[in-house]
């Protein structure tokens, strides 16, 4: 099963990511220039919260069972992932670059161009 460390080594690894608690000790939060793609819930079950396309956050809710309404979040536009021995690490870092990229592309382009 995926734990939080390589959930926070694969974010980590993306152009201009920080990471930090801005919100309490549990939530790890990365962000590209100051804007949040990923939230990992660090207490059990462990969990993240990612950026989707709507279309796609509607249909990945109902294909898959640990996918949930973004907690805390526009639900709209963000899913809340369970993490659990039916998500592969495969899928999950999938979503983690689809979160990325859609943060990243409403970035202003002088920030998108600015390296790390």
């Known amino acids: 099963m995926i734990n939080s460390e390589e959930i926070r080594t694969y974010c980590l690894q993306k152009s201009s990511v920080s990471e930090g608690f801005p919100f309490d000790n549990t939530t790890l939060v ?3 220039h100051n804007k949040i793609f ?3 819930s660090l207490s059990e079950p462990l969990s993240l919260n990612l950026k989707c396309d709507p ?3 509607m249909e990945y809710r109902e294909e898959f069972s640990f996918v949930k309404p973004g907690y805390h979040m526009n639900k709209k536009h ?3 992932i369970i993490i659990n021995s039916a998500l ?3 899928l999950l870092f999938q979503w983690i670059d689809e979160s990325y990229r859609l943060v990243f592309n409403g970035l202003s382009a002088k920030l998108r161009n600015t390296p790390k």
């Open 30 to 32: 990365f962000k590209v």
């Open 38 to 40: 990923a939230l990992c």
């Open 55 to 57: 279309e796609k956050a």
């Open 78 to 80: 963000w899913n809340t």
């Open 88 to 90: 592969s690490k495969e």
